[in-house]
């Protein structure tokens, strides 16, 4: 009896000795994921500002130069990071998240604007279902680049301030490459966007400048 009563209390504290380790080593790695997830927000936070900050720094300094260069708020009830220059007083340009459907599923990610919302200072995905080695090539430099320095203003008669169209055959400065092989993928960026900047123009921009 005694020998089998050992056996249940043997067992019992083993289970319990592997369930804890399981549920620290999944609650240690959840922590970690967090934080990365967290830098790796920071990052592209800065990167569409134009905030210069090397691949090889380590979490501690994106943190701090995110700190010194960056202020984030709340515009009805959306958030918007507000970047500057070196001297924390003159205002760089302002970013905000983007998103919408895109041909898999959900696209995120942040589009930032000069000081005057006037051009776009870059933009960046970093969140998607699309297919890799097509869709998901809108995650490449090459196709973001695009962006940087796009003007603002609507084409004339429409609401839209740029179009994607094949590779090479754009003929205006809001004509830009789309992804070749995903014409899903890229009309789903090209509507998501254009609305995302239209909103910001007309319902986020009016509030920022009554704050300045």
Same mark, same amino acid.
């Given at each position: 009896?005694?020998?089998?009563?050992?056996s249940?209390?043997?067992?019992f504290l083993l289970?319990?000795?592997?369930?804890?380790?399981?549920?620290?080593?999944?609650?240690?790695n959840?922590?970690?994921?967090a934080?990365n997830?967290?830098v790796k927000l920071?990052?592209?936070?800065l990167?569409v500002l134009?905030?210069?900050?090397?691949?090889?720094a380590?979490?501690?300094?994106?943190?701090?130069?995110?700190?010194?260069?960056?202020?984030?708020?709340e515009?009805?009830?959306?958030?918007?990071y507000?970047?500057?220059?070196?001297?924390g007083e003159?205002? @760089? #340009?302002?970013?905000f998240? /983007?998103?919408g459907?895109g041909?898999?599923?959900?696209?995120?990610g +942040?589009a930032?604007v000069? *000081?005057?919302a006037?051009?776009l200072?870059?933009?960046?995905?970093?969140k998607h279902?699309e297919?890799?080695?097509?869709g998901?090539?809108?995650?490449?430099?090459?196709?973001?680049?695009?962006f940087?320095?796009?003007s603002?203003?609507p084409?004339?008669g429409?609401?839209?301030?740029?179009?994607l169209?094949?590779?090479?055959?754009?003929q205006?400065?809001?004509?830009?490459?789309?992804?070749?092989?995903a @014409? #899903?993928?890229?009309r789903? /960026?090209?509507?998501?966007?254009n609305?995302e900047?239209?909103?910001f +123009?007309?319902g986020?921009? *009016?509030?920022?400048?009554?704050k300045?």
């Amino acid at each position: 009896m005694k020998k089998r009563l050992f056996s249940i209390f043997y067992m019992f504290l083993l289970t319990l000795f592997f369930t804890s380790l399981v549920s620290a080593v999944k609650l240690y790695n959840e922590d970690r994921i967090a934080m990365n997830q967290e830098v790796k927000l920071l990052r592209i936070v800065l990167h569409v500002l134009g905030i210069a900050v090397q691949e090889s720094a380590s979490p501690q300094t994106v943190s701090q130069v995110f700190s010194e260069r960056v202020k984030q708020i709340e515009v009805k009830q959306r958030p918007l990071y507000i970047g500057y220059a070196e001297n924390g007083e003159t205002i @760089t #340009g302002y970013a905000f998240p /983007v998103g919408g459907q895109g041909f898999w599923g959900p696209i995120s990610g +942040l589009a930032a604007v000069d *000081p005057s919302a006037t051009r776009l200072l870059g933009v960046a995905f970093f969140k998607h279902s699309e297919t890799p080695g097509l869709g998901a090539r809108i995650t490449e430099a090459w196709f973001t680049k695009q962006f940087e320095g796009l003007s603002l203003d609507p084409i004339a008669g429409e609401q839209k301030i740029f179009y994607l169209k094949a590779a090479g055959t754009g003929q205006a400065a809001n004509e830009l490459d789309a992804v070749t092989g995903a @014409t #899903g993928t890229s009309r789903a /960026v090209e509507a998501f966007l254009n609305r995302e900047l239209d909103h910001f +123009l007309k319902g986020i921009w *009016p509030e920022v400048k009554k704050k300045r």
